[in-house]
């Protein structure tokens, strides 16, 4: 929860179009991070290649109107 809190903040502040790459050493990263993405509107890009040490690293694109989530719940839709 706390990654996905930090991520929404994060990329509040990042323009539309904007490319982030998200190291993530949580094992649910793989399947949270996509879902994330399309409950948000964010695109989720995929994997990222090395060089990224031992976690594993996933590459998303900033929306330019992405859909709001509940301020305590990030995995929630904003009612």
Same mark, same amino acid.
């Given at each position: 929860?706390?990654?996905?809190?930090?991520?929404?903040?994060? !990329?509040?502040?990042? %323009?539309? #179009?904007?490319?982030?790459?998200?190291?993530?050493?949580?094992? /649910? &990263? $793989?399947?949270?991070?996509?879902?994330?993405?399309?409950?948000?509107?964010?695109?989720?890009?995929? !994997?990222?290649?090395? %060089?990224? #040490?031992?976690?594993?690293?996933?590459?998303?694109?900033?929306? /330019? &109107? $992405?859909?709001?989530?509940?301020?305590?719940?990030?995995?929630?839709?904003?009612?």
């Amino acid at each position: 929860m706390r990654l996905l809190l930090e991520l929404r903040s994060e !990329l509040a502040t990042l %323009p539309a #179009g904007t490319i982030v790459h998200l190291i993530a050493s949580d094992p /649910a &990263a $793989p399947l949270d991070q996509p879902a994330w993405c399309h409950l948000t509107g964010h695109a989720y890009l995929g !994997l990222v290649p090395p %060089p990224y #040490g031992d976690a594993p690293a996933y590459a998303l694109r900033v929306a /330019a &109107a $992405p859909r709001a989530t509940a301020p305590d719940s990030p995995w929630r839709p904003q009612a």
